[in-house]
């Protein structure tokens, strides 16, 4: 059965603190990996992963995927308060729309 | 240009009741997916509709179906509701057919059956 796994489950930090949030995945007909934020309802998207080894970046946060080892991480450098939230891991299938999603990390920072 | 739109936001229902969720795409998204998300879980998969056919469905029962609009915009009903039904249920919007896959979400309805 495809799934998705994240770990830690829940992790709580000190403001300025650096964090990696890990994803491993195993999912047929895998098309690209798909890092989300939600704060309170609506997840907001953060990176697409496609390619192996490709760092993605925009502003403290960056990604890679290594589809050889079938895991991503997230890492969150200088962490704040503002970054405490649920952060979500998916699986993007071929030929559909359909996301997997893990249960999710929750990250907690504390000033 | 106005994101994912969901209504309602907030529903209260009473089991064995009928419910009707609606989505508005992001202009010019031609595919839009529906997912259930119980406290503590990622959300799970129920539909999803591309040009107006169904391309995928989630391991959901009967009682949920769905369906998309000439405008894109889509509907989820669930019939004969349950306890078990009380979510948040997320609609997100892609463009669809290949032409950037990445999903954008709207706030979500929070449906809670008593």
């Known amino acids: 059965e495809d799934k998705v796994v994240q770990s830690p489950l829940s992790l709580v930090v000190h403001e300025g603190d650096t964090v990696t949030l890990n994803c491993s995945y195993e999912v047929t007909n895998f098309r690209s990996l798909l890092w989300y934020k939600q704060e309170k309802k609506a997840p907001t998207f953060l990176f697409m992963l496609?390619?192996?080894?490709i760092e993605k970046k925009s502003g403290r946060l960056s990604s890679i995927l290594d589809k050889k080892e079938l895991f991503s991480i997230l890492n969150i450098t200088a962490t704040q308060t503002g970054d405490s939230a649920i952060y979500l891991c998916a699986v993007l299938y071929y030929n559909t729309d359909k996301l997997i999603f893990g249960t999710g990390t929750r990250l907690q920072v504390f000033p | 240009d106005a994101g994912v739109t969901q209504s309602p936001t907030h529903l209260i229902k009473t089991r064995g009741q009928h419910v009707t969720l609606r989505c508005s795409p992001i202009?010019?998204?031609?595919?839009v997916s529906w997912y259930q998300q119980v406290l503590g879980q990622g959300p799970q998969f129920i539909f999803q509709y591309y040009e107006k056919e169904e391309r995928g469905r989630g391991n959901f029962p009967d009682r949920f179906s769905a369906r998309q609009f000439p405008n894109y915009s889509s509907e989820l009903n669930v019939n004969a509701l349950l306890l078990g039904d009380s979510a948040l249920y997320l609609c997100?919007?892609?463009?669809?057919?290949?032409?950037?896959?990445?999903?954008?979400f709207g706030q979500g309805t929070r449906l809670t059956v008593v």
């Open positions: 496609t390619s192996s080894g």
């Open positions: 997100a919007s892609s463009r669809g057919g290949g032409r950037g896959p990445e999903a954008f």
């Open positions: 202009s010019g998204h031609k595919s």
